[in-house]
T-cell receptor, first 116, second 115 residues
Framework: GNSVTQMEGPVTLSEEAFLTINCTYTATGYPSLFWYVQYPGEGLQLLLKATKADDKGSNKGFEATYRKETTSFHLEKGSVQVSDSAVYFCALSILGSGGGADGLTFGKGTHLIIQP | NAGVTQTPKFQVLKTGQSMTLQCAQDMNHEYMSWYRQDPGMGLRLIHYSVGAGITDQGEVPNGYNVSRSTTEDFPLRLLSAAPSQTSVYFC??????????????FGSGTQLSVL
């Protein structure tokens, strides 16, 4: 079946540090890949996505590149801020045999804490 | 500009009680779904719907019922609550049933405790 593996954390960094959150996946077929972010007390929001190999998704200074050869979609940011403190979820989606999306397959989430 | 609205935000139930978690979206989205979020487990799909009158089971459907009588609403029913259903529940929707590259819009969640 499909699965997503990511570091769970918590990951604690100082402000302006470089961030990498690793994400690897197992999937049948060619998935679309996503990073969602959950701020405290809120629902998830889409941060970025990539739909085919070598695509780079980017948003709010975050980037992730779809690497088919290593089945990875690592999230990076060059200089984190306190406001980036949140839980980050890597996810994949493949069209289900029933015609619907069958939902996304999420990783367990990485709790990121940025200290001033 | 409401997006996806979930009610209630918090709920405490006793074992065996029933209740309905409400979810409504005002974006004319075809696809709606319910997830539960548990520590160390990420999000797991409970049920989903690809349109009015059409529902299907996700990864963890036992103990939950859903219906989709309108495009806007997708309530989740707990028939006889159990402590194992203590969790945070999220409703999510997307424009198309083919959500492979469509983003999901999430509600702000319902925190449910079953004693």
């Amino acid at each position: 079946g499909n699965s997503v593996t990511q570091m769970e954390g918590p990951v604690t960094l100082s402000e302006e540090a470089f961030l990498t959150i690793n994400c690897t996946y197992t999937a049948t077929g060619y998935p679309s890949l996503f990073w969602y972010v959950q701020y405290p007390g809120e629902g998830l929001q889409l941060l970025l996505k990539a739909t085919k190999a070598d695509d780079k998704g980017s948003n709010k200074g975050f980037e992730a590149t779809y690497r088919k050869e290593t089945t990875s979609f690592h999230l990076e940011k060059g200089s984190v801020q306190v406001s980036d403190s949140a839980v980050y979820f890597c996810a994949l989606s493949i069209l289900g045999s029933g015609g619907g999306a069958d939902g996304l397959t999420f990783g367990k989430g990485t709790h990121l804490i940025i200290q001033p | 500009n409401a997006g996806v609205t979930q009610t209630p935000k918090f709920q405490v139930l006793k074992t065996g009680q029933s209740m309905t978690l409400q979810c409504a979206q005002d974006m004319n989205h075809e696809y709606m779904s319910w997830y539960r979020q548990d520590p160390g487990m990420g999000l797991r799909l409970i049920h989903y719907s690809v349109g009015a009158g059409i529902t299907d089971q996700g990864e963890v459907p036992n103990g939950y019922n859903v219906s989709r009588s309108t495009t806007e609403d997708f309530p989740l029913r707990l028939l006889s609550a159990a402590p194992s259903q203590t969790s945070v529940y999220f409703c999510a929707s997307s424009y198309t049933r083919y959500a492979t590259n469509e983003k999901l819009f999430f509600g702000s969640g319902t925190q449910l405790s079953v004693l």
